[in-house]
């Protein structure tokens, strides 16, 4: 999977929120959201589609996603790993544990995730 821009992320988002959505409607939405004029949204857009995350049909362009919103957080959490932890899950937890602001809730929830692996 291809790694996503953070303003391809941010049209994904309005994808997934609203889809199916025409090009015409996702262009308002970032308009009003980001302060993105026409053209900065249809280039996003382009791009999204040419890395196969979204496919647009006429008639008016309606764009609808082709991949979940939990497969790009599986993949950025992968890439998180590698480029952070070195691939470790391990050297992950532990930074998570070391952070003093997790709650005991957080901490039990964390635990209980891992038994039930």
Same mark, same amino acid.
């Not at 009003?32 to 196969?52: C, L």
């Not at 006429?58 to 959490?77: H, M, N, Q």
């Not at 691939?87 to 544990?97: D, E, Q, V």
């Given at each position: 999977?291809? &790694? ?17 959505? !025409?090009?015409?409607?996702? =262009?308002?939405?970032?308009?009003? *959201? ?12 382009? &791009?999204?589609? *040419?890395? +196969? ?11 609808? !996603? ?7 957080? %599986? ?11 070195? +691939? =470790?899950? %391990? *050297?992950?937890? =532990? ?5 003093? !602001? ?8 964390? &635990? ?6």
């Amino acid at each position: 999977m291809q &790694k996503l821009f953070d303003s391809e992320l941010k049209v994904m988002e309005l994808i997934w929120e609203n889809e199916p959505i !025409s090009a015409k409607d996702v =262009s308002l939405l970032a308009e009003e *959201a980001f302060e993105w004029n026409k053209n900065t949204t249809y280039t996003v857009i382009k &791009k999204i589609e *040419a890395k +196969g995350y979204v496919k647009r049909t006429d008639p008016g362009f309606i764009c609808t !996603s082709l991949i979940t919103r939990e497969e790009v957080c %599986k993949a950025e959490t992968r890439g998180l790993i590698e480029r952070l932890f070195g +691939g =470790s899950k %391990k *050297a992950l937890f =532990s930074a998570l544990l070391d952070d003093e !602001s997790l709650t005991p809730e957080e901490i039990d929830a964390l &635990k209980k995730m891992i038994d039930r692996r």
